[in-house]
């Protein structure tokens, strides 16, 4: 501030006079006023430590004097009209408000920068469980069997265990492909067979569609060509099947 600012006000004439407890009232009575300039109201905060710690009253003095460098920062008291342990005080307070605001600042911009990297970081994908019936027909031996089973689809993967309920029984294992997003995907994959009664299994392509049903319900579509290890030579080593259900998607997470 310049002198001139430094000399004006009744408060700061009482305390150069050696009236302190007239300047602290009077000071305070300034600072419970409706907002008044900033120069007056950093000049009365500071003749009020002032005057306060004059009459011994170190602990309000210190309470000012922390108002005084959260309101006015860069307000630093004049060591030629104030005394050095006052001036010392005064600015070793102004230091920890400018380390505290420094230090919240850092912490405001990590915060925004962790916030904005969490924003550019995909969702985890979810994680689907399907139970599934379906019917199959296989076109070489021209039959047809019920089956039922589960699937596993995580994004554009999945993977699916199922058994035909046969005499014997069948259990496939399965797993493959959906590309796209749409309510309507492909599905390209690869599949194994064993056959227990029989004592052999199979393998082979499959190919198919996955289509979304009102109610979280799935429509399934597959055509599988199977080629099969056997023992014995009475039974064809190669079945084209075609399979078609309806499955019901339960979200894992």
């Known amino acids: 501030m310049s002198g001139a600012a430094w000399a004006q006000g009744a408060g700061v004439q009482l305390y150069e006079n050696g009236e302190y407890e007239a300047a602290v009232q009077l000071l305070h009575e300034q600072l419970a006023d409706a907002q008044p300039p900033s120069a007056e109201r950093a000049l009365a ?12 009253q ?9 108002l005084l460098a959260r309101e006015y920062p860069e307000q630093q008291l004049d060591p030629v009209r104030f005394p050095p342990e006052l001036v010392a005080l005064s ?3 102004r230091q920890q408000v400018i380390s505290e605001r420094e230090f919240a600042a850092r912490e ?11 924003r550019r970081v995909p969702p985890a994908p979810h994680l689907f469980l399907r139970p599934e019936a379906f019917g199959l027909f296989d ?5 047809g069997t019920l089956g039922a089973g589960a699937s ?10 199922r058994v ?4 014997p029984p069948v259990f496939h294992l399965q797993a493959g492909w959906l590309p796209g997003h749409g309510a309507w995907r492909p599905f390209l994959g690869l599949r194994a067979g064993l056959m227990p009664g029989l004592e052999s299994y199979s393998a082979g392509p499959v190919v198919g569609a996955r289509a979304a049903l009102p109610g979280g319900m799935v429509g399934l579509v597959e055509a599988g060509a199977d080629y ?4 014995r030579d009475d039974r064809y080593p190669f079945a084209v099947t075609v399979q078609a259900g309806v499955g019901f998607d339960l979200r894992l997470r």
């Open 45 to 56: 905060r500071v003749y009020l430590a002032a005057s306060l710690h004059a009459l011994g």
């Open 58 to 66: 170190a602990e309000e003095a210190r309470k000012q004097l922390e």
């Open 91 to 93: 600015e070793a307070i």
């Open 108 to 118: 405001a911009q990590l915060l925004k920068e962790r916030e904005e990297a969490l």
């Open 139 to 143: 076109a070489v031996n021209r039959t």
């Open 152 to 161: 596993l689809r995580r994004e554009s993967l999945e993977g699916s265990l």
């Open 164 to 167: 035909l309920l046969g005499k």
């Open 228 to 231: 099969f290890f056997l023992g």
